[in-house]
T-cell receptor, first 110, second 110 residues
């Protein structure tokens, strides 16, 4: 059974720092991996999608990498800003569904 | 950018009542999903729907739940007799590659 774990559970950093959020999964037979952002009480905003054949994807200050064989993905946030404060979720697509991690709650303070 | 919409944003109901949660997926998407998130917990897969039938469902999706695409645009989740433990945020999603999520319906069962 696929399980997705994210560390750290929470992170508080000053503005301007570069961050790495980690995601690990137990079954490497995935179709793709997505990173989402969730603001409190809100829906999920898709940030990046990495197909199983890809190694990384970039969007603006965000870079996500995928090492399928070791069951790991990282989300790198460059030059963090207070507006980046949110919970970041990774989710792997196994069969027809997404399996989510518990998330990393990020706070960036000025 | 096209988006998934959901109504209502918040639904309060009495235990034992039926509720219908509504979603309008992105128009050219063919796969539709329902997920739920109990407060403070992971986002959990409920059901996927393709070509007018359920393609996969989780253990949570028991006989109390049903889904329907009554017309060319709407996708609904019905809970026949709500329980206290059904209180959660319910997210609809659709995909044409990456999954796009709606803003969610917060269901409160009293």
């Amino acid at each position: 059974k696929q399980e997705v774990t994210q560390i750290p559970a929470a992170l508080s950093v000053p503005e301007g720092e570069n961050l790495v959020l980690n995601c690990s999964f137990t079954d490497s037979a995935i179709y793709n991996l997505q990173w989402f952002r969730q603001d409190p009480g809100k829906g999920l905003t898709s940030l990046l999608l990495i197909q199983s054949s890809q190694r990384e994807q970039t969007s603006g200050r965000l870079n996500a990498s995928l090492d399928k064989s070791s069951g790991r993905s990282t989300l790198y946030i460059a030059a963090s800003q207070p507006g980046d404060s949110a919970t970041y979720l990774c989710a792997v697509r196994s069969t027809d569904k997404l399996i989510f991690g518990t998330g990393t709650r990020l706070q960036v303070f000025p | 950018e096209p988006e998934v919409t959901q109504t209502p944003s918040h639904q309060v109901t009495q235990m034992g009542q039926e509720v219908i949660l509504r979603c309008v997926p992105i128009s050219n998407h063919l796969y539709f999903y329902w997920y739920r998130q109990i407060l403070g917990q992971k986002v959990e897969f409920l059901v996927s729907f393709y070509n007018n039938e359920i393609s996969e469902k989780s253990e949570i999706f028991d006989d109390q739940f049903s889904v329907e695409r009554p017309d060319g645009s709407n996708f609904t989740l019905k809970i026949r007799s709500t329980k206290l433990e059904d209180s959660a945020m319910y997210f609809c999603a659709s995909t044409g590659g990456r999954q796009f999520f709606g803003p969610g319906t917060r269901l409160t069962v009293l």
